[in-house]
């Protein structure tokens, strides 16, 4: 089986984000930068594929910068076959820019299989996995929570509100990860040392018209300091009512 | 309770590790955050050592990673090793010199005085964890001064009959295969000490667990005793030959070490940080008090100044000029560095600090150990003196 996953490199979730100088975007200086979280869930499961069927290949495919290869590399130490890099300055913030990008380079690839996170922790937007399988015309089932393939034919788990839906389709497809999919391993030290040999191919990404841009970000309210109506039995009717009345979630 | 471990680097020293140190380190970091941590505590009150994590480490590559590839092991360099050791000891002392054992005192020595079958027999088993092995030096009677050692080993028709106990044995009562080191010639003459390799399920061979341990209780710490064991000739580690032997085994151990004392100062300062941010009092945090700010003021600067020290002693090390010396003058620096960054945290910590729910005080008894063993702070500071004036002290 041949898959691909797409990744991206976003800053660390653990990092302390400032707002850069034009308002629109982050302050990169001393932000760590990790591959995609949900990201490694497609990487462990293509992974997992691979050693299943005891053949096949695990190609890596990111867009952007290029200490985003370090970010491949990630994908590489965790025991893909090999890498290729989008290269583009920055990576633009429509989705769809990206996705037209990442479809050239997969549409002629002969891919069984491409996965994807189900979103990027740095814009929330759960659109490129999706579009890209619209460009390719092939079938997509998003946030696979659980999944089994049988010959050619994908069987997955969505864990929707209330429930679970059970989605079917055929290969090729993409499909893109969620969280309960898989538990991504550790990048071992052998894994490392190997990804240093490992061949990350670097072309230019042939982007779309980017036809979004971000206006501005602006960090979250501070949160309000926290009030302590009483103690024991005594508080309980005033706090009830406060959550009644004030914060009204009751 | 602090918030998630996310290094302390004041100078910008991550800009000069090289992307796989960097890749190693955080392996590393990320495992001891959600393996390590969780089962530490437990471990610690109870007095033992967190066995079930040994398959893991192994699988991550943690034991004897700046080996050759050939034999099993990760082939890093030593500041990669050296990460891997600083973020062990970030997580416990006891876990540390587990791997330090393993890697530094049991497949170096092997690595460096083995024949190749030898070599081939027991690295890449050694590395998988498949075989658990201990160092045994230190006698009750001889610590500080291991020339001085008693146990002997008699060549015989048909190998070799080791007499002997050794004291103080990192996974002495754990291990599969022991290194032992004994005098093959008369008893006052410490060139006559050669290494063998001892499976510890040889008849005569018995290891006791020390019992009371008031610091590293995540870690097994045994006696051995040797009556009459006998081993076939190939039991000798063919390369070996004098005190030398054993002394540059330790030197590779407290090269470890050094990096060591950098991570568990680094977890103290990290939650001293933390605590004094959130804990208020008389209307305002702890962190807002000169007092507070002096304690991590200190700590930050030693800690910068040690990981400093020995991102340079790796450096020395991966091009082969570092000097037994200049690995003393690390040992003894972070490792007091250490003690007095838990000693400070744990203060700051208030009646907090003496609880097993923090890591101050698990780590400030801990480094009482490491103070101690692989050459004491003392015997460093002889060291250095005799390499400053040309006089030896202690002898």
């Known amino acids: ?250 | 309770m602090a918030p998630r471990f996310t290094g302390v680097d004041f100078y910008g020293i991550d800009g000069l590790l090289s992307e796989e140190e960097r890749a190693v380190r955080d392996t590393v970091r990320d495992w001891v955050e959600e393996k390590l941590l969780p089962v530490i505590n437990e471990a610690y009150l109870e007095g033992h050592f967190p066995k079930q994590l040994i398959p893991q480490m192994a699988e991550l590559g943690f034991f004897g990673a700046n080996l050759p590839e050939e034999y099993g092991c990760a082939g890093l360099n030593n500041v990669a090793y050296g990460l891997i050791m600083q973020e062990l000891e970030r997580g416990d002392s006891g876990v540390r010199s587990f791997a330090s054992v393993q890697g530094a005192l049991v497949m170096y020595p092997i690595y460096a005085f083995g024949s190749e079958e030898q070599r081939k027999r027991y690295l890449p088993k050694l590395a998988s964890g498949e075989l658990i092995g201990c160092f045994g030096l230190t006698e009750p009677d001889f610590g500080s001064n291991p020339g001085g050692m008693i146990t002997t080993a008699r060549e015989t028709s048909a190998g070799w009959l080791l007499n002997g106990a050794k004291m103080w044995i990192t996974n002495g009562s754990t291990a599969d295969v022991a290194i032992v080191w004994a005098k093959t010639g008369a008893v006052d003459d410490p060139r006559s000490i050669r290494g063998f390799i001892v499976p510890t399920d040889t008849k005569g061979f018995t290891a006791k667990d020390q019992k009371g341990k008031l610091s590293l209780r995540a870690s097994d710490t045994s006696e051995l005793v040797l009556q009459n064991v006998e081993v076939p000739k190939d039991a000798l580690l063919p390369k070996s030959g004098g005190l030398k032997s054993p002394l540059s085994c330790l030197t590779q151990a407290r090269y470890g070490i050094a990096w060591g004392g950098v991570g568990a100062a680094m977890a103290c300062y990290h939650e001293a940080l933390a605590y004094a941010k959130q804990r208020v009092m008389f209307g305002k945090p702890l962190a807002g008090f000169q007092l507070q700010q002096a304690r991590l003021a200190e700590m930050l600067s030693g800690i910068t100044q040690a990981q400093l020290l020995v991102l340079q002693l790796g450096r020395l090390k991966d091009q082969g000029t570092m000097t037994p010396q200049q690995v003393s003058l690390a040992k003894r620096n972070n490792v007091d560095l250490a003690c007095e960054c838990a000693r400070e945290a744990r203060r700051l910590l208030g009646a907090n600090g003496i609880l097993i729910e923090y890591s101050a005080m698990r780590h400030m008894a801990n480094m009482e150990s490491v103070y101690t063993y692989e050459g004491t702070h003392d015997m460093h500071t002889l060291i250095l003196g005799e390499d400053i004036t040309g006089i030896a002290a202690f002898e």
Request: glycine share 10%; charged share 25%; proline share 6%.
């Open chain 1, 1 to 250: 089986m041949k898959i691909a996953v797409c990744v991206k490199r976003v800053p660390d979730t653990e990092s302390r984000i400032r707002i850069g100088a034009g308002g629109a975007g982050i302050d990169e200086a001393g932000v760590k930068f990790i591959l995609n979280p949900y990201d490694e869930y497609a990487v462990e499961e293509a992974l997992q594929r691979r050693e299943k069927a005891g053949a096949g290949e695990v190609i890596v495919v990111a867009l952007g910068p290029d200490a985003a290869q370090e970010t491949i590399r990630v994908a590489l130490a965790m025991g893909a076959d090999r890498g290729v890099l989008l290269k583009a300055d920055a990576i633009p913030p429509d989705g769809l820019a990206v996705a037209k990008a990442l479809a050239a380079e997969l549409r002629d690839g002969g891919y069984d299989l491409v996965l994807f996170g189900k979103l990027a922790v740095d814009d929330y937007n759960h659109q490129v996995g999706v579009m890209v399988a619209e460009l390719l015309g092939l079938p997509c089932i998003s946030s696979v929570a659980k999944l089994a393939i049988e010959g050619g034919a994908v069987t997955a788990e969505r864990e929707i509100e209330g429930g679970i839906e059970v989605s079917a389709c055929a290969l090729p497809a993409v499909l893109t990860c969620d969280k309960s999919l898989n538990t991504p391993r550790y990048p071992a030290l052998k894994g490392i040392m190997a990804a240093k040999k490992k061949p990350i191919e670097v072309k230019p990404a042939q982007l779309g018209a980017v036809r979004l841009q971000v206006a501005a970000l602006t960090p979250p309210a501070e949160r309000k300091e926290g009030r302590i109506v009483g103690e024991g039995v005594a508080a309980v009717p005033e706090l009830v009512r406060l959550l009644r009345t004030e914060a009204k979630v009751l």
